[in-house]
Every structure is written in structure tokens, then in C-alpha cells.
């Protein structure tokens, strides 16, 4: 059996007594070394040597969120340390540290404590900086070996957030861009990281933001997430990140309605293409279904008349004015292309599951039902033929999704009644 591509490993052979009695040690030198930081926290020895007992002990466990939070406090003593050395204008030097020091040395003079290549001479920001870039490098083999922990990420956000605070603005913004870099590196070799992705998402709105004279990078984004999706079409993440991006990528374009209806088409004829591909991937139809809605708010009409105007009140993300008979055309057009699919599919007995073939007719479903509401808002009469040939089809297509999907039995009944409610 198989996990996300990776197969599961046999179960473990019987340990020799050798074995055992080394994996015995092995726990007893982690339990000690826990007690060890626990007891040196508990005695607020926030020094450098604690800090190294911190990074052995995650290095064992990165799962162990309260030890990160022990890190921090550490990191925050030697910020301190160093912002008051600066002060008094003297090198700063750990707890247990028995070198003496002046308070103040000429800068002509040099000491056997502390030469002048000794990091302990810069700047307050300068060894601040140190410390934060000497503990985003001890992340990133966690990383590598733990992609997916929360507490890693988050530890990581929180340097560059002191980083913000502590430093100045254009070294802050090189950290940060750095951070963009590494974290592109590791999509790349984890394009499905949803971890990774909404790391990204800080990473850029940092750089965005005022406080570090951004401006915005929308467009390089929305690039970044084609990139991505033409890499692996199968990668929720950058499907929805890709969502989120268009309406203020259309906004900051100053798009007119025109380039806002090339641009949704564009965007259907992307996802289309995907869908073609692997008709049976749940993130292509989920982004599917986004543009979707774009024709989906539901109409009103003043009256029951025939001379009534539908309208709608809700905006769209990429077209806020699409008139009601615009929407039909448009439901329309994907509705031909959906059934196109099934078709396709249908022939083809190898290559797609049947039971994938849930989403074609969940879709197809939708759509029509959509259509529908448009087209009777739009006019006062529709033929009843075409109404009644339509019905018998939507119904079809359900008694499909209930032989297909019978655990979302209750789901289909509803979508029935919809059906009779609409067609009443």
C-alpha cells in the first residue's frame, strides 16, 4: 500500500539484545539531555551554551514545540546582550564567561579575549544579525528532513520578525528576499507543500508591506503560481494561491471589462486544458468550480413579469457586470465542453476510473441547474420541451452520482429536490 507515492515500509524484524539495549541508551541520553535544557530554563541561564543543548535536542526532536519557545527566550537574552554591550561599548560574553573585560577599550587597542575578528566587536545590529542568520541556517536541514512541521515554520517566521524589529530596513528586506529564494527551492522539490505555500504567502506580504518599503508582487507571483501549475497540474495550492492573486492582479492592472473578459477566458481555457489532462484531479476541479462562480450569483428579479430585469447584487472577482445573458452564454459554453469531456471519457475505458467520473457529473449537474436560473431570469417563458428533456437529463446525471458516490447519498437527494424545486 502506497502513501502520497511513497510505499510503506515492512514491519520491523526482532531486535537483537544488543539492538535493544542500544536503543535503551539512546532514550536515556534524550531524556537526560531534556532535563538538562529543562533545568538550565528553569534557572534562566539563557546563554550561548544553552542555546547549543536547545539545538542538539531539536535536532533529535523538532516536534517538541515547548523547546522552540525555550530557543526563543534564549535568542531574546542575547539580543538583549548585545543591544547593551553596544551601549556600554564592550564585547559581550556569556554567563559563565571568567574573562575579564573593560568597560570601554580604545579602538586602537587589541586583547587576547577578544581580537578584532572576533564577532563580539561589531555593531549591536551587526551581531544581532549574526545570531539570526546563524539560526535560519541551523533550520534549514530540519527543514529538509522535517518539510512538514508546524513548529519549524513558525520558528522561522518569528527570526524574521525580529529581524524586522531589530534591524535596519535594507538588511531586513534582504533576509527577507533571501527567505523567498529558499523557500522557492523547496517547492521545487515539494511542489504540493501546502506548509510551503502558505509560508510564502507571509514571506511576500512582508516584502509588500510598508514598513519595509514594498511594493506589491502580484504579477510576479501569479507568474510564479503558472510556473508551478505547468510543472505539476496537480497542485491545489498554487490553484488556490492563483485565486486569490487574480482579483487584485485585475484591480492594480486597471483591467477594463474587455481585458477582464479575455482574462476569464484565458483562465477557462487553462483549466480546461488541465481537465483534459486528468479529468479525475479534485484541485482542477475545485479551481473549476471557482471560475464558475464567477457566473453563479444567484439572479433576482423585481417581479414575476415577463417586462422584470434580473439582476444580481453580489460582486465577482473577475468580472463584477456580466449582464444575465452573458452568464447563459458562458454556462453554456462550459456546459458543451463538460459533456464534451464525459464523451471523451465514456470511450475510453482504461484511463479514468468510473468512479472519477463523479466530478464530470457533479459539474454538469451544476451547470445546468445554473444555466437554468439564468435562463428563467432572463425570460418570462421558457418551451417546455426543452425543460422537461433537460430535467430528464440533470436526473440522470444524479442517479449517476448516487451509483458512483452512495456515501453522499443525503448530498444527491438534496441536489433532486433542487432539481424539482427548479423544474416545478
Known amino acids: 500500500m502506497a502513501s502520497h507515492g511513497v510505499p510503506r515500509t515492512s514491519a520491523p524484524t526482532e531486535r537483537t539484545p544488543q539492538a ?177 505555500w502558505g509560508y510564502r504567502r507571509r514571506v511576500v506580504a512582508e516584502l509588500e508591506s510598508p514598513e519595509l518599503q514594498g511594493t506589491s508582487m502580484a504579477e510576479d507571483e501569479f507568474s510564479y503560481t503558472t510556473k508551478m501549475i505547468k510543472t505539476s497540474l496537480s497542485n491545489f495550492s498554487a490553484w488556490h494561491y492563483r485565486s486569490k492573486l487574480i482579483p487584485r492582479l485585475l484591480n492594480e492592472r486597471g483591467a477594463s471589462r474587455e481585458e477582464r473578459r479575455k482574462f476569464l477566458d484565458s483562465e477557462f481555457n487553462l483549466i480546461q486544458n488541465a481537465l483534459w489532462t486528468d479529468s479525475a484531479d479534485q484541485s482542477l476541479w475545485f479551481y473549476h468550480a471557482f471560475l464558475m462562480s464567477e457566473l453563479s450569483t444567484t439572479p433576482s428579479t423585481s417581479s414575476s413579469s415577463s417586462s422584470s430585469s434580473p439582476s444580481t447584487s453580489s460582486s465577482s472577482a473577475i468580472i463584477p457586470d456580466l449582464s444575465p445573458t452573458e452568464r447563459v452564454a458562458l454556462l453554456s459554453r462550459e456546459l458543451d465542453n463538460i459533456k464534451e469531456m464525459l464523451e471523451d471519457e465514456d470511450e475510453d475505458d482504461t484511463d479514468t476510473a468510473p468512479a472519477e467520473r463523479k466530478y464530470i457529473y457533479h459539474a454538469l449537474v451544476q451547470s445546468t441547474l445554473e444555466k437554468q436560473k439564468w435562463i428563467r431570469a432572463v425570460e418570462a417563458h421558457a418551451e417546455p420541451k426543452a425543460i422537461a428533456d433537460d430535467k430528464d437529463e440533470v436526473q440522470s446525471w444524479i442517479s449517476k452520482l448516487r451509483a458512483l458516490d452512495p456515501f453522499r447519498m443525503g448530498r444527491w437527494d438534496d441536489v433532486a429536490r433542487q432539481v424539482d424545486d427548479l423544474y416545478a
Open 20 to 196: 535493544q539495549a542500544a536503543e535503551l541508551q539512546k532514550i536515556q541520553e534524550y531524556k537526560d539531555l531534556v532535563e538538562l535544557v529543562n533545568t538550565k530554563i528553569r534557572q534562566r541561564e539563557y546563554t550561548a551554551d544553552t542555546l547549543a543543548l536547545i539545538s542538539k535536542l531539536l535536532k533529535r526532536n523538532p516536534e517538541y514545540y515547548s523547546i522552540w519557545n525555550h530557543r526563543r527566550l534564549v535568542l531574546q537574552q542575547l539580543f538583549s546582550d548585545a543591544q547593551q554591550a553596544a551601549q556600554i561599548k564592550q564585547p559581550i560574553t556569556s554567563s559563565n564567561d571568567t574573562t575579564s573585560h573593560p568597560e570601554s577599550t580604545p579602538d586602537n587597542a587589541t586583547t587576547d579575549a577578544a581580537p578584532a575578528t572576533h564577532p563580539t566587536q561589531y555593531p549591536a545590529s551587526e551581531q544581532i544579525e549574526l545570531l539570526l542568520i546563524s539560526d535560519l541556517h541551523f533550520l534549514v536541514p530540519l527543514l529538509r528532513e522535517f518539510p512538514k512541521c508546524y513548529w519549524i515554520w513558525n520558528h522561522r517566521q518569528w527570526l524574521l520578525q525580529q529581524a524586522t524589529h531589530l534591524l535596519p530596513v535594507p538588511r531586513v528586506r534582504r533576509l527577507w528576499q533571501e527567505e523567498l529564494g529558499l523557500v522557492a527551492k523547496m517547492l521545487s522539490m515539494d511542489s504540493r507543500n501546502f506548509h510551503g
